[in-house]
């Protein structure tokens, strides 16, 4: 028996109950070994729901290289790239890129360049800029 085999019979037997830990630990442990053909057949199966344990691991391995890299982008990348990223709402990293900004706009970085940014976008943003102009202004009390 292959260790795809092994955890793909494992999936099976614990597909309507809980993994047994000894059992889980096993087959993540066997994950890593497998190809990458086999890796995007497990974490396809049918068998493990989102929320599996197994499923979630099997990600992890075949993802590894990728996971944390995009934050990783978004803090290197220069304020102006940055608000071209933060515009584009098909990017997929807007959120991250508001993170971002609104971090520089607190240490002082680059607010000419931000305050346009957020006042052109939504109205949570121009709120949220608003509020940040008046702590400068009044300090930190709520009227």
């Known amino acids: 028996m292959t260790e795809y085999e092994f955890i793909m019979s494992q999936c099976r ?3 309507f109950t809980t993994w047994d830990v000894d059992v889980l ?23 493990l729901v989102d929320r599996d344990p197994l499923k979630k691991e099997a990600f992890n391995v075949l993802f590894a290289d990728k996971i944390g ?6 803090k290197e990348m220069p304020t102006d790239r940055l608000i071209v990223e933060f515009r584009d709402k098909t990017s997929g990293n807007v959120s991250l890129a508001r993170k971002e900004l ?16 957020f006042n052109m976008s939504t109205k949570s943003d ?6 940040q102009i008046r702590k400068e202004r009044y300090g930190n009390k709520r009227y």
């Open 102 to 117: 609104r971090e520089r706009y607190k240490t002082g970085r680059d607010r000419e360049l931000i305050m346009p940014a």
């Open 13 to 15: 037997k614990y597909h």
């Open 25 to 47: 630990e096993k087959c993540k442990a066997l994950l890593k070994n497998l190809t990458r053909e086999d890796l995007v057949r497990v974490y396809r199966s049918t068998l």
């Open 69 to 74: 890299k995009r934050e990783q982008r978004i």
């Open 126 to 131: 121009q709120q949220w800029l608003k509020w």
